[in-house]
Every structure is written in C-alpha cells, then in structure tokens.
C-alpha cells in the first residue's frame, strides 16, 4: 500500500518544495516594505482608536503596544508573511492543481485557469471586504465596549495574529463560488444537491462566522449574510455548468390516437 502511496507523496513534497520557495522569494520582497504593510494592517485599528477618542474619554488615551523586547522584529516577520502568502497565492493556487492534476480528465484539466484567477480573486475580494467593511465595524464595537471603565491598551502581538485570522478567514470563506464552480464542473455537484444541503449549509456558516470573526455578533452577522449569499450565488454556478436532469422516467407517454 505504501509503494502505491509513494508516488503521491513524492509529488505532494515537490509541490510543498516549490510552493514554500515561493512564498519565502516573496517575503524577502515584504520584508523590505514591512513599515508600509504594518501601517496597512493597523489602520482599521487606529481608525477604531480615533473615533472612539472622540466619544470616551479614557479610549482617548488609548494606545498601541509591545510586551516583549522583540516584539517589533516578531509583527514585522509576522505581516511579512501574510503579504508573502497574499503575494505567491496564484503560484500556491497553481501547484495545487497540478497535484490533483492527474487524477482529473482531459475536459476538466482545462479548468485550471477559473481555478488560479477565480480562487485568487475571490480571496482577495474576501480579505477586502474584510479590511474595509468587518474591521472597521468590529474593532469599533469591541473598543467601545468597556472603554468607559477601561483604558485600551492594544497589545500589537496579538492583534496582528487577531487580523491575519480574520484576513485569511474571510478569504477562504470567498471561495466558495469557485469550489463549487468546479465541482459542477466535474459532475460531482448539481443545483439541486446545493438546495437540499442549504439548511445544514447556514448551521455551518454561521458556526464558521463564530470561529473566525471576533467576539461580538455584528461582525458573526458580516461574515455570515455575505456567504449565505454566495452560497445562493454558487447555486446559480452551478444551475449552468451542471443543472439537476429532470426525470421524466415517470411522465406518461403519448398515446397516439390517429387512426
């Protein structure tokens, strides 16, 4: 069994190989721009800091922090990375397909390029939506709360663990048109499968919006309704690349009455 499995492995260590390469050419290129990418990944923050200063005075003396000698180096390899990832997702996406490549048709080897562009594009779309529509909204909720009894002091290690959870939460998540896009496209999933899974799909949406997203319901709600939307969107995917065949193995046939 494991001979039969060795093949697999040896393909799946080169993809990994090159796929890690990747992402470490591209974090050698965020590296030198870190600054710049911190203060993108801070903003919603420093927004959440100012517009609650404006209306509490304890939240006005809040700041941004470190609690270790080296937590400037640490956020700054930790941004790094994310913008590396963000950065090498199409090559990533890539090797990917040309794991599961193989063992796919030569109809459905053709889909390789709505994988790589759609899955990057969706993702991206997903981290957007997070950075200016749930960050902002979120951060403000949770530094309000409290900030009348409590000076906000943010500690910069986790919050920057904190937004790259929610960025690549969000992103995944995105991607559900494309998933389903191409299981439609092999066969694997009609319209119809999507409909009858929709009631145990929302359960599971709002359980993944609960993990993801922080700790207050607005921002559960601006993970949840979005992809309960796409899930309706997929469904529409799916009803043109691969539509439920009505069954008409049951329709009574035309008796033909002409003598």
Known sequence: MFEDLKPHLIE?????????????????????????????VIGPLNDALNTASATMKN????????????????????????????????????????FVAPGLYENEKKLVIPFVVGGTVMFLVGVLFAYYVVTPLGFEFLIKFGSELYLPMINIEDYVGFFTKIMIGFGLAFELPVIAFLLGAMGLITDRTLIDFFKYAVVSIFVAAAILTPPDIL??????????????????????????????????????NES
């Open 219 to 256: 921002s559960q709600l601006l993970m949840a309704i979005p992809l309960i939307i796409l899930y309706g969107l997929s469904i529409l995917i799916v009803r043109m690349v691969n539509p439920e065949e009505k069954d008409t193995s049951n329709l009574p046939a035309k008796v033909n």
């Open 59 to 98: 939240a006005a003396n809040g700041s941004i922090t470190t609690q270790q000698v080296g937590g400037a180096f640490f956020v700054a390899l930790k941004v790094s990375f994310f913008a590396a990832f963000i950065g090498a997702l199409p090559y990533i996406l890539y090797q990917l397909w040309l």
């Open 12 to 40: 799946l260590r080169k993809r990994l190989f090159l796929s890690v390469t990747a992402v470490l050419i591209m974090f050698a290129l965020a590296f030198s721009f870190h600054n710049e990418i911190l203060a993108w």
